[in-house]
């Protein structure tokens, strides 16, 4: 089971929404969650979203697994919200410091390899270098 956020934000705040197995029914997900989680569930309601069909793969279609959502009513007024996740920290790592420096240096090398290659367009990159 996957906690997924919901796309629109009509759904009151006591319904979770899960991704779950193709083959977990109603009750396994309410012992479940019941049963390992303590959480109380008053209603559930699955539904199967079809996968469709992807890109073209040696000419054939490819098809995407369907997917099966679970749309969860807590019970006992409990209510669920994703946390809100933010960057507050937003200074560079020390890591990326000295990047700079670094990305000067490989384009004066860039541009000397440049400069080698117009000289001799006939050959390939790696003979020369």
């Known amino acids: 089971m ?3 956020k919901h796309e629109d934000y009509r759904h009151p705040p006591n319904v979770v929404k899960f991704e779950v197995h193709l083959n977990m029914s109603k009750f396994d997900i309410k012992n479940y969650l019941e ?7 008053a ?3 699955t539904r199967i979203k079809d996968g469709g ?3 073209l793969y040696n ?8 997917i099966k959502f679970a749309y969860i009513t807590l019970g006992l007024n ?11 920290d937003k200074t560079q790592p020390k890591e990326l410091e000295g990047q700079k420096e670094v990305e000067e240096e490989l384009k004066k090398f860039d541009s000397n ?3 080698k290659i117009q000289n001799k367009p006939n050959i390939p990159l790696w003979f020369g270098i």
Do not use: A, M, S
């Open 2 to 4: 996957k906690l997924v």
């Open 35 to 41: 049963k390992i989680y303590n959480v109380p569930v």
């Open 43 to 45: 209603c559930i309601c």
């Open 53 to 55: 069909y992807g890109q």
């Open 59 to 66: 000419g054939n279609p490819v098809r995407r697994p369907d």
């Open 78 to 88: 409990q209510t669920f919200q994703f946390p809100k996740i933010e960057d507050k």
């Open 113 to 115: 390899i440049q400069k």
